[in-house]
Nanobody
Framework: QVQLVESGGGEVQPGGSLSLSCAAS????????MGWYRQAPGKQRELVAV???????TYADSVKGRFTISRDDTKNAVYLQMDSLKPEDTAVYSC??????????????WGQGTQVTVSS
């Protein structure tokens, strides 16, 4: 079974930076997409940034130019560098990975979530 372990997050003042890491373990044939989603209190979970197989990336409009996602396939890991943070970035950030354990067995798993708080 594929599992995700997240690290990073915390509290920072507006304009500051934080980074998140997520590593997948278990039987992994290929990760098709790995990325970050967030959920603020009272709001629905939303996509933040996703890195796809063959290096394609996508970002939420609200974080473009401020957040950078990168992926290390040798480590089955994804990283999110968050710069110029705003109070509205405050949320629980969760890692998600979609892929295949074997060519015929897919997976879609979530990490436990990590809190990011941007406050003065």
């Amino acid at each position: 079974q594929v599992q995700l372990v997240e690290s990073g997050g915390g509290e920072v003042q507006p304009g500051g930076s934080l980074s998140l890491s997520c590593a997948a373990s278990g039987t992994i044939f290929r990760i098709i997409a790995m990325g970050w989603y967030r959920q603020a209190p009272g709001k629905q979970r939303e996509l933040v940034a996703v890195a796809y197989f063959r290096a394609h990336t996508t970002y939420a409009d609200s974080v473009k130019g401020r957040f950078t996602i990168s992926r290390d396939d040798t480590k089955n890991a994804v990283y999110l560098q968050m710069d110029s943070l705003k109070p509205e970035d405050t949320a629980v950030y969760s890692c998600n990975a979609k892929g295949y354990e074997t060519p015929g067995q897919s997976f879609d798993v979530w990490g436990q979530g990590t809190q990011v708080t941007v406050s003065s």
